[in-house]
């Protein structure tokens, strides 16, 4: 079978809740490989609701759809509060990237208390700003920010990851509609670590199998660069 945009690869997959500290129910899913234990966790943030974003955006989807049959790779996706997806609603309403750190907070217990391994956050626009401001508070290996546009994450808090520890890589598409390379590389610089990748002919919305492949490349190289390269068909 060959790995296209609806393709959806075997995987145990859950519908899971999360309550967060200021009363709400938030809904995802899942998944896992099928029948070995996960190598390491993506914690999926998604992109601006007001703007279509959602646990299905299809970066985001496709990873849950692929990733735990090819790398090994846990994929927790979820809706910010006050979005819906086929999945359910999540409660309350967009907080303007604020409200979501009880969000985060909420997930990432869930991650503890399911034991996942080597947790990463993986944001996409929007998403990338809830990483960033929030992220440092939890036991992850890592953030990766795809397309971050950097519009509410202040240059203290990105400052903030610098020594850290923690590993920041930056996706960054070469024509994107916000922070393209050049600027995103000055913004970057007050954290020397980062893994910059520029991303020749990539846009903010990542469309296109080729484009998608690369982003879950990678994701992978950071989370299980031994599954790599990311085939381009499936045996059932």
């Known amino acids: 079978m060959d790995i296209k945009a609806g393709v959806i690869l075997p995987a145990r997959r859950e519908n899971v809740e999360f309550r ?110 809830v990483a960033l401001k929030y992220g440092l508070e939890y036991p992850i290996d890592g953030a990766i920010l795809l397309s971050p546009p950097l519009h509410r994450t202040s240059d203290a808090e990105l400052a903030a990851w610098a020594g850290s520890g923690k590993r920041l890589v930056a996706v960054i598409p070469e024509l994107d509609d916000y922070l393209r390379p050049a600027e995103a590389a000055a913004r970057f610089a007050v954290v020397p670590e980062v893994e910059f990748v520029a991303v020749e002919g990539g846009k903010h919305l990542w469309v296109g199998e080729s484009q998608t492949t690369r982003v879950l490349s990678e994701i992978v190289r950071r989370l299980n660069p031994a599954a790599l390269p990311l085939p381009a068909t499936f045996d059932e």
């Open 20 to 129: 967060t500290s200021d009363g709400l129910t938030l809904v995802g899913e899942l998944s896992l490989p099928l029948s070995t234990a996960p190598v390491a966790t993506i914690v999926a943030l998604h992109p601006l609701s007001t703007h279509g974003g959602f646990m299905d955006s299809h970066i985001i989807r496709k990873a849950a759809a692929r990733l735990p049959a090819l790398a090994d790779l846990a994929v927790l996706r979820f809706n910010f509060r006050g979005v819906s997806s086929p999945r359910g609603a999540s409660g309350g309403e967009f907080g303007h990237g604020v409200d979501e750190r009880h969000d985060l907070a909420a997930v990432m217990a869930f991650v503890a208390e399911r034991g996942l391994p080597h947790p990463w956050l993986v944001g996409w626009s929007f998403g990338t700003e």
